[in-house]
């Protein structure tokens, strides 16, 4: 049985949140299927009800993908309540390297990325710098509150 992973993010405005993570994560807005110009197009071809859609379902990408299909899937699912507590799952991006590699080069890569996030709308919640023990990491938040780990 074949099976792929997809992570659905519960948040108030999927085109925002697809805007950061494409920019975070180097993936692209998922086109609709079969050449239409919309997933509301292709929902309604499939024959959702437009009932059952809600006002602007569709009308903008709602999930990414990675350019080349390598990792998962992440769909930005709208839903009418706020973050409230710390996420029990969170993503790390891992760009530094590794240990095989110099503490101040993936500091430094590690910094140019938080940067370039920062810059796309996230914020910055605790630096981790303990170099006698060779790590640094950031832990950080996407525009709508989600914890992730640079590290």
């Not at 997933?39 to 993908?65: C, F, N």
């Not at 990792?71 to 709208?78: A, D, L």
């Not at 990325?113 to 981790?128: D, I, M, S």
Request: contains cysteine; proline residues 12%.
């Amino acid at each position: 049985m074949e099976m792929t992973l997809q992570l659905t993010i519960d948040c108030a405005d999927p085109p925002k949140q697809v805007a950061f993570w494409t920019e975070a994560l180097g993936y692209v807005p998922e086109p609709p299927p079969g050449g239409h110009a919309t997933w509301r197009d292709y929902w309604s071809d499939m024959g959702v009800p437009p009932e059952e859609l809600p006002p602007g379902a569709g009308d903008t990408p709602e999930s990414i993908v990675h350019p080349t299909g390598q990792g998962p899937r992440m769909w930005f699912q709208k839903v009418p309540e706020l973050k409230t507590i710390k996420n029990r799952l969170h993503l790390d991006l891992r760009v530094s390297g590794g240990r095989d590699v110099p503490l101040p080069l993936r500091r430094e890569r590690v910094t140019t990325t938080v940067e370039r996030l920062v810059e796309a709308g996230a914020g910055v919640l605790r630096t981790t710098d303990e170099p006698d023990m060779g790590q640094y990491a950031v832990l950080m938040q996407d525009p709508e509150g989600n914890e992730f780990c640079v590290y």
